[in-house]
């Protein structure tokens, strides 16, 4: 008899809220970034028993400091969030500290035996999208909506930063702008009534 699970569906209040909690720039970027050593070594040699094409973010990449900067970005995610006016997913520390940080509450289902998350592979290059498209797309969205309304975000800069000069690339120059998203020139309260459809 198959197993019957439920999935608890939330609505949030608005299509920002959706983009600024994305796990993916939160969990990848610095768990990336913070693991591109290990990374770059494992296609090269096996280090530690990692074999070459078999280095996992989750699996050998998720350290109790990892994990601390992980919570360090969405705390600046959150500050950015509240001087929009708008709320974002809580979780508890509890919740960021394991293997799979706070992507268990989305991807992991009562009917799987064992985690999914811990069968990925990668990222395996700086080429992957975990760098060029979080970095750019996620991250750099962040931050300058954070400019924008006078937030201080030193984490996220700073691995924006080191992501610029790990891929070889000026993510600030080459990443997505906040006309793109055509909010540009909005002020809070105009950005909000357009989110809200007022």
Same mark, same amino acid.
């Given at each position: 008899?198959?197993?019957?699970a439920?999935?608890?569906? !939330?609505?949030?209040?608005?299509?920002?809220?959706?983009?600024?909690e994305?796990?993916?720039?939160?969990?990848?970027?610095?768990?990336?970034?913070?693991?591109?050593?290990?990374?770059?070594?494992?296609q090269? !040699?096996?280090?530690?028993?990692?074999?070459?094409?078999?280095?996992?973010?989750?699996?050998?990449?998720?350290?109790?400091?990892?994990?601390?900067?992980? !919570?360090?970005?969405?705390?600046?995610?959150?500050?950015?969030?509240?001087?929009?006016?708008?709320?974002?997913? !809580?979780?508890?520390?509890?919740?960021?500290?394991?293997?799979?940080?706070?992507?268990?509450?989305?991807?992991?289902?009562?009917?799987?035996?064992?985690?999914?998350i811990m069968?990925?592979?990668g990222?395996?290059?700086?080429?992957?999208?975990?760098?060029?498209?979080?970095?750019?797309?996620?991250?750099?969205?962040?931050?300058?909506?954070?400019?924008?309304?006078?937030?201080?975000?030193?984490?996220?800069?700073?691995?924006?930063?080191?992501?610029s000069?790990?891929?070889?690339?000026?993510?600030?120059?080459?990443?997505?702008?906040?006309?793109?998203?055509?909010?540009?020139?909005?002020?809070?309260?105009?950005?909000?009534?357009?989110?809200k459809?007022?």
């Open positions: 008899m198959p197993i019957l439920t999935a608890k569906i !939330e609505q949030t209040d608005t299509v920002l809220g959706v983009g600024l994305n796990q993916n720039p939160v969990v990848h970027v610095p768990g990336s970034i913070l693991n591109v050593g290990a990374m770059e070594v494992s090269r !040699e096996d280090v530690l028993g990692v074999k070459k094409g078999e280095w996992s973010l989750y699996k050998h990449g998720m350290s109790p400091a990892v994990v601390r900067v992980i !919570e360090k970005y969405y705390e600046e995610v959150k500050k950015i969030a509240k001087a929009i006016g708008i709320s974002l997913i !809580e979780y508890s520390k509890e919740q960021f500290y394991h293997k799979h940080t706070i992507m268990k509450e989305s991807f992991i289902a009562p009917f799987y035996e064992a985690s999914p069968g990925i592979k990222p395996l290059s700086v080429e992957d999208r975990y760098f060029t498209e979080d970095i750019p797309v996620g991250a750099l969205t962040a931050w300058r909506l954070a400019k924008k309304f006078g937030v201080s975000v030193p984490t996220i800069e700073s691995l924006i930063r080191l992501g000069i790990i891929c070889q690339r000026d993510f600030f120059k080459e990443g997505r702008r906040l006309e793109d998203y055509g909010i540009e020139g909005m002020t809070r309260s105009e950005l909000l009534s357009y989110l459809g007022a």
